[in-house]
């Protein structure tokens, strides 16, 4: 039946691409001493752990500090069926106030993978609210077919969030909310 065909579809999850953000030379955001490329490789292991102990299967684009374009990241995710991507970040902005947590989506193929994992981030997380955003602009989710999102995970620019940013609690609270999204993707989408 037509109307079960979105169901089907995503419950036939097989494989998470855990994408940490940046690495190497590609420090991405930072201040001071917090560099975005280590903070969004300490929750992508997070979630590779999280994601085994349920049976999971998961591919990590980088598991070190190494540099990887975009265009490979999206290429590693391009091998597998029926896979999701999930890539890691942290958020930065020359206006110190900013704060929060954001989940981009480019195609539609992400838009719901994108709400069922803001949702919990902003249960686990409790930043100010906000909405997923589809972006044109986000090179990493434009070269992957299969389901992508960007989450990013709070800005370090924000003296505030940059403490929360930087400690275990914080990074396996992202951690548990994008596993929890990630299920309820796959079970009841
Ligand atoms: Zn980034």
Same mark, same amino acid.
């Not at 065909?5 to 995503?10: P, T």
């Not at 930072?30 to 997070?46: C, I, M, Q, S």
């Not at 190494?66 to 490979?72: E, S």
């Given at each position: 039946? !037509? #109307?079960?065909?979105g169901n089907?579809?995503?419950r036939?999850?097989s494989r998470?691409?855990?994408?940490?953000?940046?690495?190497g030379?590609?420090? @991405? !955001?930072?201040?001071g001493t917090?560099?975005?490329?280590?903070? !969004?490789?300490k =929750?992508?292991?997070?979630?590779?752990?999280?994601l085994?102990q %349920?049976?999971m299967?998961?591919?990590?684009?980088?598991?070190s500090? /190494?540099?990887?374009?975009l265009?490979g990241r999206a290429?590693?995710a391009?091998r597998?069926n029926?896979?999701?991507?999930?890539s890691?970040?942290f958020n930065?902005h020359t206006g110190?106030?900013?704060n929060?947590v954001? #989940?981009y989506y480019?195609?539609?193929?992400?838009?719901?993978?994108?709400a069922?994992?803001h949702?919990?981030m902003?249960? /686990? $997380?409790?930043?100010?609210?906000?909405n997923?955003?589809?972006r %044109?602009? $986000?090179g990493?989710?434009k070269a992957?077919?299969c389901?992508a999102?960007l =989450?990013?995970c @709070?800005?370090?620019s924000?003296?505030?969030e940059r403490?929360?940013?930087?400690?275990s609690?914080?990074?396996k609270k992202? !951690?548990?909310?994008?596993v929890?999204?990630i299920w309820?993707y796959k #079970?009841?989408?």
């Amino acid at each position: 039946m !037509a #109307t079960f065909i979105g169901n089907a579809e995503a419950r036939k999850v097989s494989r998470v691409i855990i994408d940490a953000g940046h690495g190497g030379k590609d420090k @991405g !955001a930072h201040r001071g001493t917090v560099y975005e490329k280590d903070l !969004a490789l300490k =929750v992508a292991f997070l979630v590779e752990k999280m994601l085994k102990q %349920k049976g999971m299967p998961v591919t990590m684009t980088r598991r070190s500090d /190494q540099f990887i374009t975009l265009r490979g990241r999206a290429d590693i995710a391009n091998r597998y069926n029926n896979a999701i991507f999930i890539s890691i970040h942290f958020n930065a902005h020359t206006g110190t106030r900013l704060n929060g947590v954001e #989940t981009y989506y480019h195609s539609e193929l992400g838009k719901k993978l994108a709400a069922h994992v803001h949702l919990r981030m902003l249960s /686990q $997380l409790q930043p100010r609210n906000g909405n997923t955003r589809q972006r %044109k602009d $986000l090179g990493v989710l434009k070269a992957t077919r299969c389901p992508a999102i960007l =989450v990013e995970c @709070g800005y370090i620019s924000n003296a505030n969030e940059r403490k929360k940013c930087v400690t275990s609690d914080y990074h396996k609270k992202c !951690a548990q909310a994008i596993v929890d999204g990630i299920w309820a993707y796959k #079970t009841y989408n």
